[in-house]
């Protein structure tokens, strides 16, 4: 990111408003090039925001992290239960049973807090033998939390009051392009909240008119959303609109 967060904020929202400008019929493809262009605007940007910060400990292989509550938009949630269904329509893929891992571990988590999560040490369905098996699809929310200790953030996983060091890097870029994302789902009149992962995927893997229909206006995803303020959200946005 060269520049204000201003600018690379109002580029990235105009950018997704053009995606949703020449959506055409397809709508789960649309939801896919926009979660895709979240995707790249991060990992294109992250190293120049992260510059100069000390390196990361998180590695592949530590999953010690996966077991919070994750976000995402609406887009992502699509993007995510499309590879779902590709990979489960392959044998091996089918074997790892991804749907009924999710179902199950939402039925377990629904309604619980951030802590409560944590404390009951349940990994996020998508961890399998420690790795993350849709980790090239996975949400802005996974990418944007980072951290310089592993000690710290195994000692906070097994419950210990600690202060885990986090990337600020990572967390405003994953802000930044996720705010712009919303942003421009808002401009163009669609829902533009942030749903709890797991219900999310659960809604979407059952319900396969669920991504055209909420293109059309109705939110199928409602069940999982955040309850976030979201009329100052909206305020904000409005507000930005009118810079440059
Ligand atoms: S989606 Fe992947 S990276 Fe994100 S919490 Fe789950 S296992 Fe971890």
């Given at each position: 990111?060269?520049?204000?967060?201003?600018?690379?904020f109002?580029?990235?929202r105009?950018?997704?408003?053009?995606?949703?400008?020449?959506?055409?019929?397809?709508?789960?493809?649309?939801?896919?090039?926009?979660?895709?262009?979240?995707?790249?605007?991060?990992?294109?940007?992250?190293?120049?925001?992260?510059?100069?910060?000390?390196?990361?400990?998180?590695?592949?292989?530590?999953?010690?992290?996966?077991?919070?509550r994750?976000t995402a938009t609406a887009?992502?949630?699509?993007?995510?239960?499309?590879?779902?269904?590709?990979?489960?329509?392959?044998?091996?893929?089918?074997?790892?049973?991804?749907?009924?891992?999710?179902?199950?571990?939402?039925?377990?988590?629904?309604?619980?807090s951030e802590?409560?999560?944590?404390?009951?040490?349940?990994?996020?369905?998508?961890?399998?033998?420690?790795?993350?098996?849709?980790?090239?699809?996975?949400?802005l929310a996974?990418?944007?939390?980072?951290?310089?200790?592993?000690?710290?953030?195994?000692?906070?996983?097994?419950?210990?009051?600690?202060?885990?060091?986090?990337?600020?890097?990572?967390l405003?870029?994953r802000a930044l392009?996720q705010s712009a994302l919303q942003a421009a789902l808002r401009d163009?009149g669609l829902p533009w909240g942030l749903y709890e992962?797991?219900?999310g995927?659960?809604?979407?893997?059952?319900?396969?008119?669920?991504?055209?229909?909420?293109?059309?206006?109705?939110d199928?995803l409602a069940p999982a959303a955040l309850d976030l303020d979201m009329a100052a959200l909206g305020q904000a946005f409005d507000e930005l609109r009118?810079?440059?």
């Amino acid at each position: 990111m060269n520049g204000e967060p201003i600018d690379f904020f109002q580029e990235m929202r105009r950018g997704f408003g053009l995606i949703l400008a020449h959506e055409g019929a397809d709508s789960a493809a649309a939801a896919r090039a926009l979660a895709d262009s979240a995707f790249d605007w991060f990992e294109d940007n992250i190293a120049t925001q992260a510059e100069g910060q000390p390196a990361l400990a998180c590695t592949k292989g530590c999953p010690t992290c996966c077991a919070l509550r994750v976000t995402a938009t609406a887009p992502e949630i699509f993007l995510m239960a499309h590879y779902i269904r590709m990979v489960e329509a392959t044998p091996q893929g089918a074997q790892l049973q991804l749907t009924r891992r999710i179902v199950l571990a939402e039925e377990a988590t629904r309604g619980r807090s951030e802590q409560e999560r944590l404390d009951s040490g349940r990994p996020c369905p998508m961890l399998i033998e420690e790795a993350c098996v849709l980790h090239p699809v996975r949400t802005l929310a996974c990418r944007g939390h980072a951290a310089f200790s592993e000690e710290q953030c195994r000692a906070a996983a097994s419950g210990e009051e600690v202060d885990v060091s986090i990337s600020a890097a990572h967390l405003t870029l994953r802000a930044l392009v996720q705010s712009a994302l919303q942003a421009a789902l808002r401009d163009r009149g669609l829902p533009w909240g942030l749903y709890e992962l797991n219900q999310g995927l659960a809604l979407t893997l059952a319900e396969p008119e669920l991504v055209d229909d909420w293109f059309a206006g109705t939110d199928g995803l409602a069940p999982a959303a955040l309850d976030l303020d979201m009329a100052a959200l909206g305020q904000a946005f409005d507000e930005l609109r009118t810079i440059n």
